[in-house]
């Protein structure tokens, strides 16, 4: 069965201001989104707010993933039950190495489906890891190194990417993963999306540029504008931003979103 | 010269002063006849007593006791006596690599003390030993160290122990000797309204190098209270090097003393760990006098206080010759009204140029009504320095547990890692798995895991 995340009619607010005002969308496993729009819109609010951000509240509609209502549902779980961000600005946590931070993560999940679980051995563990690295062409030394502490912003990016192939969700958001990476890191990043996504992996790339499309081909592309998702089309609707810009749906959409 | 360079006795009229321990000269006479003292011995505990009578009991109004008041311990109750029954817990007697301890030393004040060797030391002129024993066999080397590096004159409390101390570790390593297998002793003093008192004495000379663990714990007795006062002297000669760990995990009745100081002498190198989790209150005084051209100290210190523990550790690095090396890293994590004060100084001597000093001090609150002081302190009389000074009071930060969460950490979990990852840099610091678990250990219990 393929598992579907499913946003329907998303209003939220944070300290009383709205951001989103009815969000639609649907990804399925498999499936490439993109998510694009002008800065300020409420891209990255909605994918905190799919993650549980706690200082975020859905005031009208409803998140499901499996089937299951995940409106309610604390940060922790959701991942556990296969969400997956990445962040636009990914957070140091001083004095955990990369590695022992997965290891720590993978066996978060599997404790979670299984409470007597003991934890992963290492040796099994080293070798997950070594795959996951060197599918995504990283220096094992990396593994050593603080998670994100330190890091530059092309590491960063590594490093979410890394986790994304670690823990193995089901659906992925990808927030402005391609922001502040030069053309390189770009590259790689990408890469390595392209190397995870297939039957068992939905993604959601929210991105402010069409840059990263030239490397991840999605199948579906929105437009949000002011709090809605007020275009949705194929992969030509990425190109057609790229050429014309954002003015032409705000224009088209002027007075249509609700103030 | 003296080396503590702070002000720190400004006295004025106190409104209620502290009471008075109850012991008497006979007292101290009669241990250091029990313990069949040299006359250089014998003379130097006097000494100490007549310190320790000339002055005061601290007050709130002399600078290094500003933050800490002793006026709660009642000390018409405390007295001498033989440590309790209660045998050494058995997590401490755990050894620190893998299956073995290079030699384990357990001492109960009042009681014989037990000793396990597997490393044979004797055969390589190494002396690891009680304090009795040390007096009768070895009171050359005491007569020769002790006293050299922590006078009585530190303190009210250094005089204290100076003369009153019956218990006690001797390390002495001779001239190149290379210890392979870590030494491990407990000083373990069950009781309630007792005044314990052990020191400790390390000597590396020329050359020869030591790994060192040493505890001084007790199990936590519902009511009374008990003093503890020790002293720690480290001498490191020319090219010695010693990894001495300690840690401090006294019941939560005792009330903790505490005067410590090492000088590392021309190239020799000093890796100092202190662990403090154990006490209802602890004053510590610990230096380190880089006396030698060339010599490094490094200085690691790890503290987790809960419920109404107050930790008061005051640190000084005093750099006395050119090319020396000081780094201190304090790291303390707070829970529930636990408060922790740290006061720092790195001195650098006129003559003590091309020297590197690095102080800081890292606290984690997590509870709202916990506080940490954090005091850092700079003297330097020399020109052509690299000294650096760090204080941070901190919380956890709403936005890692987010990030963690979203990899499916459950909060408590997240917040776990962080408080690992705060430790982690004292963590690496840390020789032998078995002396780290000890470490993590304490983290849980801290965290009432």
């Known amino acids: 069965m393929t598992d579907i995340l499913e946003v329907k009619n998303l209003h939220t607010s944070i300290d009383g201001q709205k951001i989103l005002k009815g969000v639609n969308l649907i990804v399925r496993e498999g499936e490439i989104h993109a998510l694009m729009g002008p800065n300020g819109t409420g891209k990255s609010t909605l994918a905190n707010v799919l993650m549980g951000h706690p200082s975020y509240e859905v005031t009208k509609g409803q998140i499901l993933f499996k089937g299951e209502d995940l409106t309610e549902m604390a940060t922790d779980e959701r991942a556990r039950m296969g969400l997956f961000l990445a962040f636009q600005y990914p957070v140091a946590i001083p004095g955990v190495s990369v590695a022992n931070f997965l290891r720590q993560a993978i066996n978060a999940h599997r404790k979670a489906r299984d409470p007597e679980y003991k934890g992963i051995p290492i040796p099994e563990f080293r070798k997950l890891l070594k795959e996951k690295m060197d599918l995504l062409e990283m220096a094992h030394e990396f593994a050593g190194r603080y998670l994100n502490d330190g890091f530059s912003g092309g590491e960063k990016k590594r490093a979410e990417i890394l986790q994304l192939a670690t823990l193995e969700p089901s659906i992925a958001i990808l927030d402005e993963t391609d922001s502040g990476l030069d053309i390189d890191a770009l590259r790689i990043v990408a890469n390595g999306v392209n190397t995870l996504s297939g039957p068992d992996l939905g993604v959601l790339i929210i991105t402010h540029y069409q840059r990263i499309l030239n490397y991840i081909k999605p199948d579906k592309v929105h437009i949000m504008l002011d709090g809605q998702i007020v275009e949705s089309g194929g992969a030509d609707l990425a190109q057609h931003l790229e050429e014309q810009g954002y003015d032409w749906v705000r224009e088209k959409h002027n007075g249509k979103v609700k103030g | ?449």
């Open chain 2, 1 to 449: 010269m003296s080396s503590r360079t702070v002000s720190r006795r400004k006295r004025v009229v106190r409104k209620q002063e502290a009471s008075e321990f109850r012991f008497t000269r006979e007292d101290v006479e009669s241990i250091s006849q029990a313990l069949g003292e040299s006359d250089k011995l014998k003379a130097q505990r006097m000494a100490a007593w007549e310190k320790f009578e000339s002055l005061p009991m601290p007050s709130t109004s002399d600078e290094p006791w500003r933050r800490t008041d002793i006026r709660g311990l009642d000390l018409d109750r405390i007295k001498l006596q033989a440590s309790g029954k209660t045998p050494v817990a058995s997590e401490l007697l755990q050894p620190l690599v893998a299956e073995s301890h290079g030699a384990l030393l357990v001492l109960r004040p009042g009681h014989a003390p037990e000793f396990q060797e597997e490393e044979n030391l004797q055969e390589q002129g190494v002396v690891f030993t009680d304090w009795a024993t040390a007096v009768r066999e070895h009171a050359e080397i005491l007569d020769r160290t002790m006293d050299t590096v922590v006078p009585a004159e530190d303190g009210k409390f250094a005089a204290l122990a100076a003369a009153m101390s019956q218990e006690g570790v001797l390390l002495y390593v001779p001239a190149g000797v290379r210890l392979q297998q870590p030494l491990h002793s407990i000083f373990w003093a069950p009781g309630i309204d007792a005044a314990f008192f052990h020191r400790v004495l390390i000597v590396l000379e020329r050359g020869a190098s030591a790994v060192f663990f040493h505890e001084t714990a007790s199990p936590t007795e519902n009511e009374g209270q008990t003093v503890h006062a020790g002293i720690v002297e480290i001498s490191v000669a020319e090219e010695a090097s010693l990894k001495f760990v300690e840690v401090q995990n006294l019941g939560r009745h005792v009330w903790n003393f505490t005067h410590e100081r090492a000088k590392v002498a021309r190239e020799g190198r000093l890796d100092w760990i202190f662990g403090a989790v154990g006490s209802q209150l602890t004053k510590t005084f610990s230096d380190l006098d880089l006396t030698g051209q060339g010599a490094e100290g490094r200085f690691s210190g790890f503290y987790f206080a809960n419920e109404r523990q107050h930790f008061d550790h005051d640190t000084q690095q005093n750099h006395l010759a050119p090319n020396t090396m000081s780094d201190l890293l304090y790291k303390g994590a707070l829970v529930d009204q636990s408060r922790s004060v740290w006061q720092g100084m790195i001195y650098v001597a006129p003559e003590a140029q091309k020297t590197d000093g690095f102080q800081a001090n890292r606290n984690l609150i997590l509870s709202k009504k916990a506080r940490a002081d954090s005091i850092p302190g700079l003297e330097i009389l020399a020109d052509d320095v690299r000294c650096t000074h760090g204080a941070t009071v901190g919380q956890l930060e709403d936005l890692p547990i987010y990030y963690l969460m979203t990899r499916g950490f459950p909060r408590e979990e997240a917040e776990r890692m962080m408080i690992d990852g705060f430790f982690a840099p004292i963590m690496e610091r840390i020789p032998f798995d078995g002396v780290r678990e000890r470490f993590r250990g304490m983290i849980e219990v801290k965290l009432g895991n």
